[in-house]
Nanobody, 126 residues
Framework: VQLQASGGGLVQFGGSLRLSCAAS????????VAWFRQAPGKEREFVTAISWSGRSTYYGDSVKGRFTISRDNTKNVVYLKMNSLNAEDTAVYYCAAKMGVGVPLLYGSEYEYCCWGQGTQVTVSS
């Protein structure tokens, strides 16, 4: 499956943004999706993940209560709604997929995901 992330941009401190991850290719297959992010000079960080059905979701500690992941399988799109953004959220955001219905056991490990989108930049201004 091929992924295309979009929706990034410049947003003010405390603002909101919604990212999209559109899938193409093997969309008839089931897949879990995760979002990771990478800030300049830092390692890639797990943000959130969602199972195929959408019933299981997981969040990194730094985004719990502020970010929400969801998906619309009829459109082959996964969304990341980000609220209460702050400077620490500035990063390139990547979506990634793992084939199968469930989120991998090590859902926070980037090595669990086979397929990556190109990334979209999110910049939070103070």
């Amino acid at each position: 499956v091929q992924l295309q992330a979009s929706g990034g941009g410049l947003v003010q401190f405390g603002g909101s943004l919604r990212l999209s991850c559109a899938a193409s290719g093997r969309t008839s297959s089931r897949y879990a999706v995760a979002w990771f992010r990478q800030a300049p000079g830092k390692e890639r960080e797990f943000v959130t993940a969602i199972s195929w059905s959408g019933r299981s979701t997981y969040y990194g500690d730094s985004v719990k209560g502020r970010f929400t992941i969801s998906r619309d399988n009829t459109k082959n799109v996964v969304y990341l709604k980000m609220n209460s953004l702050n400077a620490e959220d500035t990063a390139v955001y990547y979506c990634a997929a793992k084939m199968g219905v469930g989120v991998p056991l090590l859902y926070g490990s980037e090595y669990e995901y086979c397929c990556w989108g190109q990334g979209t930049q999110v910049t939070v201004s103070s």
